[in-house]
């Protein structure tokens, strides 16, 4: 009998329907279209001589852009929703890149320069055989699972330790900028056995469809597309739910969250773990379409970019760290055709006005800065 | 937890009249918090030096002392946010609260309320209040829960009780400090703790706050153990039971308000000034 009136949000109904509003929905359906139906159909059944045709360059640029979209996705959950700063988010979908490299790289068969069993790099090191951690990665779904499983591992066994041992703030960020870091300096050595300096490249085929093929590629860009809408919603469901609360608690009054019963360690663990695990999908969509992968992924840069990317869109808001990621990289793709040499001065520069005009990003900016804070 | 013997005594009114569910807590022999020989020292000061303490269940206790006299520090003890270097602290005759973690604490039924009130200010106060309610709190079913009806009307309920059911859809942090004072009493209540501590729980709060709060604690005592820390004499005063007086670290007096008053050596150092 107490009245409906300050009952949050609409409940009523399956959950699913619920996640986004009636306008949410529609654009949500006008997104999905225009890259899952649209899109392909002026790349794959418009002749490349008219003006609709979409070039190989922009599948190319969108496909990376997409995944660079969910690498931002996962940032957010675990930086715009709960208040941890990863610098390392590079390592885990660079982690994600190696684990579908090494299948695409035993997909090359006997195509290679030295046309030997094994991937060029080991014969130019004079292996006469693949190293243990490279057994049954000629299956797919084995490595598929590696996709999952390796950035997974490392982040609950890392993340594990550090929350439970209470380290916040700057403190975890550094110490996840020199994990990337020391990872980017082990796959760097030739004897790790992943191909030092140069990485995985020259890839033929996947699933064996060939890999520069333009259906592959389309089919490639869709399904980054699938993902990319799908863990538009997944992040949805878990950030309306009450978890989500609680990460947004754990972000704003720690204390409050433990003395009202929960154990913050478990559910930073649950997010981590999930938003590495989406960086590592991320990064293997992505390795098959820009067609390689090496060390300097895990550089500090990069993983500095992905935050950049999320507070440029507008953390804890979802779609708006996608659209920074596009925002950000289609500027980049320009910017460094353009004057190549200033790109790195102009991304510092745009960090630091949004942080000062706009500080919650673009999103903010769209939504006419109704919540500001 | 010795469930079947603390089910029989459920049954038999508890010598002071006060009945608690303790469920999970073992307060068969009257108490429901035990401090014996608490140190707790930081870099050499004492905050806690030997403190002893028995709280029965139902009571409605008052906690007063000079600043530094170590009620915070005690506070912490209890909720395990300390660990003492020496002595023991038990909750009911079996739960040992020197071994266990903070949100373990709270899941077995002891609510905090800190002296700078703590609360969500991003989440509205509904959503307060929906956090902090008793619950499975591991990850999973939190990802899952859902509010059914019940739910919902207990959190009407407690928003009635602590007068926000107007501000319920309001993001915490525009209330006033004595809205969040009386928010963050709301999110204890939520726990369905067994022994709530309050620490300063009027500060800030104005007149008729203060004095609807006094009726609050007073009404809850019986069905909960209520430990208030308090630095506003009057309102101790009008609540009252038992008053533990503490300095440097331990109890200097225990007993009645007007007793407390009387006690020469506390009227030197605190009341007396």
Known sequence: MMGTAFVPAATGGPRFIGLLSAGGWSLYGVAAVLVLVVFPLLHLAVPADSALHVSDYWVTLLGKIMCYAIVALAMDLIWGYTGILSLGHGLFFALGGYAMGMYLMRSIGHDGVYQSDLPDFMVFLDWKKYPWYWSFTDHFWYAAALVVLVPGLLAFLFGFFAFRSRIKGVYFSIITQALTYASMLLFFRNDTGFGGNNGFTDFKRILGFPITAPETRMALFVITGTALLGFLLLGRWIVTSKLGRVLTAIRDAETRVMFSGYNPLYFKLFIWTLSAIICGIAGALYVPQVGII???????????????????????????????????????????????????????????????????????????????? | MSNAAGREHWDDPVATGARVLGEGVDITHRGILYLDGISVSFDGFKALNNLSLVVDAGELRCVIGPNGAGKTTMMDVITGKTRPDAGSAFFGQTIDLTRFTEPEIAGAGIGRKFQKPTVFEQHSVFENLELAMKADKRVAPTLRARLDEPARERIANTLETIKLLPEAARPAGLLSHGQKQWLEIGMVLMQEPQLLLLDEPVAGMTDDETLRSAELFVSLAGRYTLIVVEHDMDFVARIAQRVTVLHEGSVLAEGSMEQIQQNEQVVEVFLGR
Not at chain 1, 304 to 316: F, S
Not at chain 1, 320 to 344: D, H, I, M, Q, R
Not at chain 1, 363 to 370: D, F, H, T, V, Y
């Open chain 1, 294 to 373: 090496n060390p300097s992924e895990m550089s500090p840069g990069n993983s500095i970019e992905i935050a950049i990317w999320t507070a440029v869109g507008g953390r804890g808001t979802l779609v708006g760290p996608v659209l920074g990621a596009a925002a950000v990289n289609l500027g980049k793709s320009w910017f460094t055709k353009a004057f190549p040499e200033y790109w790195l001065f102009a991304l510092g520069l745009l960090f630091v006005l949004v942080t000062l005009f706009l500080p919650r990003g673009l999103a903010g900016l769209l939504r006419g800065r109704r919540k500001a804070p």
